[in-house]
């Protein structure tokens, strides 16, 4: 969503920290809205760098919708969401707060028998039930593992999801290079799934940074760049430990800004998220955007 700052301009003028000015080229007539953020809020190790010393973990969903406008829940993928959770946290924000809610392990990376998959997505369905109902589930993220691989099988899968969970949006992320190919784009289009663009470590295997829209609504999700710890790491944080730059960002503004153009909706969700690097990374990149705070 665009707030105060945010100008509906034929080109707009950038000057980096570094002095430096870049120009970035946007339509003039900006269509979409950028909602900022990253995944999660609730860390403790944020205290001191982005929430205040003296706030409770009570108080750290109302200080951080001050600050952006979505979050990204990653807890419902390592447990089914319980409807009481999802309606307190929808009770929280206010009507224009965006949700988007990771899938289920069940659903991308542990997948059951037919049977067994239809009880586990009806459980998802249920927990997020009540932020649809509020209206602020923007969407249900499907980031699927690195061997999880391009197959005619799995790409017919992919293109159930918005058909199996329909009261929000799929999109759908990859980690494996294999679905880089025009033909997912093009059928990702045609059954209206979204696609999530990754920024990640440039290593073999893994999905490359491309600004692609499928659907109504777009996706980016920054990862960092630690090449060196992504697949050699003991504690799963180290993999994204990374804090990025102005200039390692700046390419992607005019990125989203071209998402813009062509989405109703473009979430932009930093997981870079030990010792609150994802919350000052997003901070930023709302600047650069000429994006305000939601309040």
């Given at each position: 969503m665009r707030f105060d700052g945010a100008k509906d301009v034929k080109r707009e003028t950038i000057f980096l920290s570094w002095g430096r000015r870049a120009f970035v080229e946007a339509e003039a007539a900006n269509k979409g809205r950028i909602y900022v953020g990253t995944a999660g809020f609730s860390y403790s190790d944020w205290k001191g760098v982005f929430y205040p010393e003296d706030i409770g973990?009570?108080?750290?969903?109302?200080?951080?919708?001050?600050?952006?406008?979505?979050?990204?829940?990653?807890?419902?993928?390592?447990?089914?969401?319980s409807p009481k959770t999802m309606r307190n946290l929808a009770s929280r924000v206010g009507p224009?707060?965006?949700?988007?809610?990771?899938?289920?392990?069940?659903?991308?990376?542990?997948?059951?028998?037919?049977?067994?998959?239809?009880?586990?997505?009806?459980?998802?369905?249920?927990?997020?039930?009540?932020?649809?109902?509020?209206?602020?589930?923007?969407?249900?993220?499907?980031?699927?593992?690195?061997?999880?691989?391009?197959?005619?099988?799995?790409?017919?899968?992919?293109?159930?999801?918005?058909?199996?969970?329909?009261?929000?949006?799929?999109?759908?992320?990859?980690?494996?290079?294999?679905?880089?190919?025009?033909?997912?784009?093009?059928?990702?289009?045609?059954?209206?799934?979204?696609?999530?663009?990754?920024?990640?470590?440039?290593?073999?295997?893994?999905?490359?940074?491309?600004?692609?829209?499928?659907?109504?609504?777009?996706?980016?999700?920054?990862h960092g760049r630690n090449a060196a710890k992504w697949f050699n790491h003991k504690e799963a944080w180290e993999r994204y430990d990374y804090l990025y730059t102005d200039e390692e960002m700046m390419p992607w503004v005019s990125r989203i800004l071209g998402m813009e153009t062509k989405a109703d909706e473009v979430y932009v969700l930093y997981n870079n998220c030990h010792?609150?690097?994802?919350?000052?990374?997003?901070?930023?990149?709302?600047?650069?955007?000429?994006?305000?705070?939601?309040?």
């Open positions: 973990p009570r108080q750290f969903l109302e200080y951080y919708a001050a600050r952006f406008p979505c979050v990204e829940i990653d807890f419902t993928y390592y447990r089914q969401p224009d707060f965006r949700f988007t809610v990771k899938a289920h392990r069940t659903i991308t990376h542990e997948i059951p028998e037919r049977s067994e998959l239809e009880k586990e997505i009806a459980t998802f369905a249920e927990g997020v039930a009540p932020m649809a109902e509020a209206g602020v589930l923007g969407c249900v993220l499907y980031q699927f593992p690195w061997s999880f691989k391009y197959s005619k099988e799995n790409l017919t899968y992919i293109n159930s999801l918005g058909t199996l969970l329909p009261m929000a949006p799929a999109v759908v992320e990859f980690r494996n290079r294999s679905w880089a190919r025009e033909d997912v784009y093009r059928s990702l289009r045609d059954s209206g799934t979204g696609f999530c663009c990754v920024d990640e470590p440039s290593l073999p295997g893994l999905f490359p940074r491309v600004s692609l829209v499928t659907s109504r609504l777009a996706y980016v999700r920054f010792r609150g690097q994802a919350a000052l990374n997003a901070l930023r990149m709302q600047e650069l955007l000429g994006l305000g705070h939601p309040q």
